[in-house]
């Protein structure tokens, strides 16, 4: 089997991550959108790194996983301030930017 | 001795005084900037008794490392050229200063900031003449901006943010471009043989027709925009309008006068062959400038966008005689700066006089007042003719030398150029018949003539318009030596008679 | 299941079947995780994907993240993620109609574009040879390979990634953190409250929720001596949440008898 | 060349006077005039002394100069501040001096109920230093100084009574014409000093022979603008009729006597240059022409006493010039008749002056009449000038217009018979407008206004209209007796072999008399024996009502320079505003509006960035791809 099929499948969960994160409302949904983008630049690593026959890639893959669960602390919990203040999870709601 | 070391920190000195009066005494805050600016007009006068004339080299050499990192210097050193802008700019601050007594009242911020302006403005305008490293030399070209920015913006009448605005964006377009270049000058001279912003060096450096030409546009179109050449004048008239007649004496007679200068200093220096590679051009631009000018001010209804527009058309006059490239169009070229700088402040002040005195700018509001302010209506009377280059007068001198000097290589400009001095009688006598003569209109009849104070301040800028116009020799002495050497320089020789090809 | 995606992951054609089963599905879990309306169901699509990829991940010589992926995302990440989601609103669905105008079809024509160029430059890349594999790095066990790489190579970014998580979990307990604007009221001053207020029906302490109601859940409302429900009974972080049944449903009056117990 | 030191005191004695008594102000109204009469007489007499030492010496030696001080110089540009005193200077010197001295004795008369009588004596003062100047200058642009001086003088005097608007247009109108025309002295400057590499007289007449005819031809059409727009010659005419807004002492002095002919002045001391360029010289002869008819015809239907004057000297400059134009065989008869002229014509406006103090300022002939009476002196005064403007042996006139009639007969072929007869048709009309003039003034029926007391003037008005007439009677003898000045000024003129002489003097003489026997006659039937109405007619012909209007002159510039400059000065201003501003105008608002609609996309939403970041990614990628290949 050809490996490239791996990244192809990278390429297209990526996309479809990154729409997600357009489309969606739901701050939780978007925030999982991402992780779903970050694991698929993971899975080019891991395939890029079968390519070239060393683990390097895979230490990034690592790496990757470690600051995308310390994004998902953070970003949680400032989810949770803004439901707090107020009272929902939607990103357009959090669009002072605009006044 | 360091001399224009000297003459630069001695207005800084006074306006570090004047920060220390106390601000309730606003009369002691005058006398003191007066003070100062006489002070300075004594000593750049001593030091230009020492001045060879006939040396061409720079004088008063001054070099001092200062960001050895990149090849920068605080070098000065002045040739006739800077020492006859130098002289115009120190004598006529105290005459500003004594004229506009009372111009900072109206301001925004006080008085002491006011005058700490105009001498920390006195200070760059020697500095900027004075510069010979090129970097120091934008330093304060852009930092004159700034005192003149508040100047307007703070003191100045009617829209005077806007005003103030749109010279400081101008000024700051032209700037940047100049950085541009001077940066590319820095790069080049990096591969030539060391980088360095040092003048003498640049000058040597080895470039493609390509990079002079494109360069040579960076530091011209900055000067043009100072030296308002048409089309990128409009903001002249505007700031002239809004700033205070002091100020605007500053800024036509001096900070203007930067752009002829860097003219000569740098682009024909620098760039001797895009020189002429755009000369044609340029000259097209200064007789479009010169009659331009001239139709505008006689289309103008305010006195004091009349006289911006009377300036517009006397640079364009200085910018053909620096490209006419003959002796006799550099050496007029450069006493038309200096002549220059005396008949617009004659024309600002006695005009900002009789402006502040009726509370108005417009001509028609005034009327007849050579029968209720003789003294006044005179002197305004005088400072027209001087305008419009009326012989025996300073302006004649440099007018004529410039046509002359354009002649002789360019006929049909100046032949061209030489109609403006028939607009210049109509832009002079319809705001002098306007204002000065016909029945005293209502409003006119209790103006108030000169006092002894204004009196005593326009007295030394008529001496010198009508004493250099019968005895131009001093000047033009000190003159003639450095502008035969940037002709010679350049590889020009004046044109011999042609005896009409006979 | 890790050691069957071992086993297979050790010759090409059991890869072959893995992937062609394993990766379609994972795109449409992805794909599902854009449609579902409930964020809660995006979240148990989103841990198929996420063990899916561990899947890929152990099948191509990496096993060590692939038990990294499982435990980390699917164990802790989404657990997180659904601890949030319990506290937002489990229920609360979104409504998938488009609030800014013109953005979906943007979206989706760049998301198209993105991806149809991915795919394509993809297709035209060439390597000039085939997969090298990581048999050889990994001769001595994957871990084994990993961690020398990671305590040598990349021995401070290791450091720095730690610090990272340790910077990211304060900053989370600071965030999450909420600061009292008033004093918190005493016991004493919670007594007083009670007894001072307009009526006194309440000084011997809320009625609890689902008492004599015909249902005992947390969020339905308690009745009253007249039939009427208590509002009163609910916890207001539920109201607030909007996760409450309309009280009214449940008044006596409109009870329907003939109903059975149950529901 | 001899030097002296003693020519720059007639020009500073003037012109300390203007200096001293206006910048001492109010304080010399009482001495003032006396002093600035007395300056000018001494100047007068400086000259006297400068012609009897000029009499001692042998022709060679009399040209005299005097360097001052290096004025300019600038490369081989070098100007000096030098004077020259020769023959011709000298009679200049002398007419300025004299007439002008008479004048300031005139005028302590007749501005002596005007407050600002000092501010009138020091620009007249101002005047003859000015005026000195053109005529002692030795190069081009020395009399360029004193060219523009007497410019500057002359719109100062017009506009002495400034506060009437229509005196204060006068006066800039002049300034301004005489610019376009300064304008021409200035090309001639330049091209002589880029073809000659000099601008002096002795320089340029050194060098003429070495210059090609087109240079010299080109300098000489220039120096011709130059003397249109002083001597108020067709084209440039226009502006003499409104000066006579000045004081009646200016417009005889300025207006009639001395500043006008300066363009005579320039001409004839041109000479090197004109007999070199014959197409220019032709130039000069046909502006003479045109300009002596030009003002002939606008004199016949003046009312206005100054400006009836003003159009004779209008044409009487017109003969100055075409005999100037006719070479070497003109000149001398060009300086003659300018001399005469300046005695008989400043005579009369002295003479307009004192009817007008008598009549309270009254300057419409129509409302004169048997004044003859009341102002004996005055009648016999402007009566002798009269009789020598008309040419009647043996008056002033008869001798140099006469010659000059001749001379234009004696130009040769087909321009001669032209030249003499426009002279001949110019005397004509000269003897009716003159005529009419004096039938208007002096004889007839009253025709004053109630409040008119008409009254002879005073000595010291009286005293220099009849030195002035004495002037008019003998100077034309004792100029042409013996060709005195004729063989006086001959050293400077190129010698010239005589023509063949188309008709002999004798009969150019009963003809120019005939004609002017005929336009007195007419002149006597149309208004003498017909009587004169009080309100100018209505009911005339198209000719007259054109003549009345300056021949159209004025509505001429209007249309063709006025009008077109007023909208070409309107829409600049315009095009300013809205174009060039505009243009930085539009570039801060373009950038405005890319600001305001870029704006748009930071609508706040974190999605929509999102999608930016996504279209960003994808064009990145891209632009990498289509590189890479």
Not at chain 1, 27 to 49: G, R
Not at chain 4, 20 to 33: E, Q, V
Not at chain 4, 488 to 495: A, D, K, N, Q, Y
């Amino acid at each position: 089997m050809d490996v490239a099929n791996y990244l192809y499948l990278s390429a297209l969960l990526f996309t479809i991550g990154a729409v997600g994160v357009i489309v969606r409302r739901n701050a939780i949904v978007v925030f999982m959108c991402i992780e779903l983008m970050l694991n698929a630049a993971n899975l080019s690593f891991v395939t890029f790194s079968r390519i070239n026959g060393d683990l390097n890639g895979q230490v990034i893959a690592f790496f990757t996983m470690v600051v995308a669960a310390c994004e998902v602390v953070v970003g949680l919990a400032i989810i949770v301030m803004i439901y707090r203040s107020r009272r929902s999870a939607s990103v357009d709601d959090a669009s002072l930017l605009s006044r | 001795m360091m001399w224009l070391t000297i003459l630069m920190l001695l207005p800084i000195v006074g306006a570090g005084a004047i920060a220390i009066l106390p601000k309730k005494n606003e009369k002691l805050t005058k006398q003191a900037a007066l003070a100062t600016t006489l002070i300075v007009m004594a000593t750049t006068m001593a030091m230009a008794r020492g001045f060879e004339r006939d040396n061409v080299e720079l004088q008063y050499v001054e070099k001092y490392s200062w960001i050895p990192a990149f090849g920068i210097n605080y070098a000065l050193g002045i040739d006739g050229l800077a020492l006859v802008l130098i002289l115009m700019s120190t004598i006529l601050a105290p005459v500003v200063v004594l004229a506009g007594w009372n111009e900072s009242h109206g301001g925004r911020w006080s008085v002491k900031t006011f005058y700490i302006l105009i001498l920390v403005l006195e200070t760059m305008m020697i500095g900027v003449f004075a510069a010979t490293d090129l970097f120091l030399f934008y330093v304060i070209f852009e930092a004159m901006l700034i005192p003149v920015y508040f100047l307007i913006g703070g003191y100045g009448t009617g829209e005077r943010s806007a005003a103030a605005v749109k010279f400081l964006i101008y000024s700051l377009f032209g700037g940047l471009l100049m950085l541009a270049s001077i940066i590319a000058l820095y790069v080049i001279s990096g591969a030539q043989g060391g980088h360095s912003f040092d003048l003498t060096q640049l000058s040597d450096l080895e470039m493609s027709s390509t990079t002079q030409n494109l360069l040579f546009l960076g530091f011209f179109i900055a000067f043009a925009i100072k030296a308002p050449l048409w089309p990128l004048h409009t903001w002249l008239p505007d700031a002239a309008h809004s700033a205070t007649p002091g100020t605007s004496v500053l800024l036509l007679g001096v900070l203007d006068k930067v752009g002829t200068f860097g003219m000569i200093r740098y682009c024909l220096t620098l760039f001797p062959e895009a020189s002429k590679t755009f000369t044609p051009l340029i000259l097209v631009l200064a007789v479009i400038s010169i009659i331009y000018g001239a139709i505008l001010a006689i289309g103008q209804r305010d006195l004091k966008r009349l006289i911006a527009f009377t300036s517009i058309s006397h640079f364009g006059f200085i910018t053909m005689g620096i490209f006419a490239m003959t002796s006799q169009g550099h050496s007029g070229a450069t006493l038309y700066m200096f002549n220059h700088g005396f008949s617009t402040a004659a024309l600002f002040l006695v005009g900002g006089w009789m402006m502040t005195r009726r509370g108005s700018s417009k001509i028609a509001d005034f009327g007849g007042l050579q029968r209720i302010t003789p003294v006044m209506a005179w002197m305004f009377f005088l400072a027209g003719m001087s305008s419009l280059a009326l012989p025996g007068l300073s302006s004649f001198v440099s007018e004529f030398l410039v046509l002359v000097g354009t002649f002789t290589r360019y006929p049909v400009h100046a032949v061209i150029a030489t109609f403006g001095v028939v607009l210049a009688a109509l832009y002079i006598l319809i705001p002098v018949q306007k204002a000065l003569h016909g029945p005293t209109t209502p409003g006119n009849e209790a103006l108030s003539d000169l006092n002894l104070r204004e009196k005593i301040a326009i007295a030394p800028i008529m001496a010198i318009i009508i004493s250099l116009g019968f005895y131009p020799s001093p000047l033009l002495n000190v003159i003639n030596p450095a502008a035969s050497h940037v002709i010679a320089q350049l590889g020009f020789t004046d044109p011999v008679p042609t005896s009409g090809g006979k | 299941m890790s050691e069957l995606a071992m086993q297979v992951g050790q010759s090409a054609a059991p890869e072959a079947v893995l992937f062609w089963i394993l990766a379609p599905l994972t795109l449409i879990a992805a794909l599902g995780m854009l449609l579902v309306k409930k964020a809660v169901h995006s979240a148990i699509l989103m841990a198929f994907v996420m063990v899916a990829l561990a899947v890929f991940y152990i099948a191509q010589g990496a096993p060590f993240l692939g038990i990294v992926q499982i435990v980390v995302y699917t164990g802790a990440v989404m657990m997180l993620f659904l601890f949030i989601l319990m506290l937002v609103g489990v229920d609360s669905s979104d409504s998938l109609t488009e609030s800014i105008r013109g953005l979906r079809p943007i979206a989706i024509t760049a998301a198209v574009g993105f991806g149809g160029l991915m795919v394509s430059l993809l297709g035209r890349a060439t390597l000039g040879r085939g997969a090298v594999g990581v048999e050889a790095a990994n001769a001595d066990g994957n871990v084994e390979a990993i961690a020398q790489l990671l305590f040598s190579t990349f021995v401070w970014p290791f450091e720095a990634v730690s610090a990272l998580l340790i910077t990211a979990a304060l900053g989370a307990m600071v965030l999450a953190h909420h600061h009292r604007i008033q004093e918190r009221p005493t016991q004493r001053q919670l007594s007083i409250d009670r007894f001072r207020k307009d009526s006194l029906g309440a000084a011997a302490g809320l009625p609890a929720p689902g008492v004599f109601a015909r249902h005992n859940a947390v969020d339905v409302p308690a009745l009253l001596p007249d039939g009427s429900p208590a509002s009163a009974s609910i916890n207001a972080s539920l109201k607030a949440r909007g996760d409450l049944q309309n009280s009214s449903i449940f008044e006596l009056g409109t009870v329907d008898t003939s109903a059975s117990e149950e529901k | 060349m001899m030097t002296s030191t003693g020519l720059v005191y007639l020009i500073a004695l003037p012109l300390a006077g203007a200096a001293i008594l206006l910048l001492a102000g109010r304080r010399s109204d009482k001495w003032g005039h006396l002093l600035a009469t007395g300056l000018s007489a001494a100047s007068f007499f400086l000259g006297l002394y400068q012609l009897s030492l000029m009499l001692g010496r042998s022709s060679a030696q009399r040209p005299i100069g005097q360097k001052l001080f290096e004025w300019i110089s600038v490369g081989t540009f070098k100007i000096d501040a030098g004077l020259l005193l020769d023959q011709l200077s000298i009679c200049f010197v002398l007419l300025i001096t004299g007439v002008g001295t008479i004048i300031h004795i005139y005028s302590i008369a007749y501005m002596s109920h005007d407050l600002d009588r000092r501010r009138f004596f020091a620009f007249l003062n101002f005047f003859i230093a000015a005026m000195l100047l053109l005529v002692l200058g030795d190069s081009y642009l020395n009399l360029y100084v004193g060219w523009e001086g007497v410019g500057l003088a002359s719109y100062l005097l017009i506009g002495f009574w400034n506060q009437k608007p229509a005196y204060a247009t006068a006066s800039k109108k002049a300034f301004i014409m005489n610019r376009v025309g300064d304008m021409g002295l200035s090309f001639a400057v330049m091209i002589a000093f880029a073809t000659m590499g000099t601008v002096s007289f002795s320089g340029i007449k050194a060098a003429a022979e070495q210059t090609s005819t087109a240079a010299l031809t080109g300098i000489g059409i220039m120096l011709l603008i130059a003397a249109t727009g002083k001597s108020a010659q067709f084209p440039l005419q226009a502006w003499l009729g409104d000066a006579m807004a000045g004081p009646t002492p200016v417009s005889a002095l300025i207006h009639a006597a001395t500043m006008v002919t300066a363009g005579v002045y320039l001409i004839t001391r041109s000479n090197f240059i004109f007999d070199a360029a014959p197409t220019a010289q032709l130039l000069v002869v046909i502006v003479g022409a045109i300009t002596l008819l030009f003002g002939a015809l606008i004199g016949t239907a003046k009312d206005d006493i100054k400006k009836a004057l003003a159009a004779s000297t209008m044409s009487q400059i017109g003969y100055m010039i075409l005999a100037a134009g006719l070479g070497p065989v003109g000149y001398a008869f060009a300086i003659m008749h300018l001399l005469t002229h300046g005695f008989f014509k400043a005579g009369m406006f002295l003479g307009a002056g004192s009817v007008m103090h008598g009549m309270n300022d009254e300057v419409n002939m129509r409302k004169y009449g048997a004044l003859r009476k009341f102002m004996p002196i005055t009648f016999i005064t402007f009566g002798l000038g009269y009789l020598a403007i008309l040419g009647v042996p043996p008056f002033a006139g008869f001798y140099s217009k006469d010659m000059i009639i001749e001379t234009a007969f004696n130009a040769g072929g087909i321009k001669g018979i032209i030249l003499g007869s426009v002279t001949l048709l110019g005397a004509g009309i000269t003897a009716f407008y003159m005529t009419r003039v004096m039938i208007l003034t002096f004889t007839g029926t009253s025709r004053w206004d109630e409040k008119a007391h008409p009254h002879e003037s005073p000595w010291l008005m009286w005293l220099p209209m009849a030195i002035l007439a004495v002037g008019s009677v003998t100077s034309g003898y004792l100029l042409s007796n013996g060709d005195a000045l004729a063989h006086w000024l001959s050293p400077l003129f190129e010698s010239h072999e005589e023509h063949h002489e188309l008709l002999p003097p004798i009969v150019v003489s009963a003809l120019a008399l005939t004609l002017v026997a005929i336009g007195v006659a007419i002149a006597f039937l149309k208004y003498s024996r017909s009587g004169v109405d009080a309100v100018a007619p209505s009911d005339v012909s198209i000719l007259t009502t054109i003549a009345r209007q300056d021949l159209m002159q004025d509505r001429f510039n209007e249309v063709v320079f006025m009008r077109p400059g007023q909208v070409l000065t309107s829409a600049l201003v315009k095009t300013d505003e809205v174009i060039i501003d505009g243009a930085v105008h539009g570039v801060a608002r373009s950038a405005l509006g890319v600001g305001a609609s870029l704006r748009g996309l930071q609508n706040g939403f974190v999605r929509s960035y999102a999608a930016l970041i996504l279209i960003g990614a994808l064009a990145l990628i891209a632009a990498i791809w289509v590189v890479a290949q």
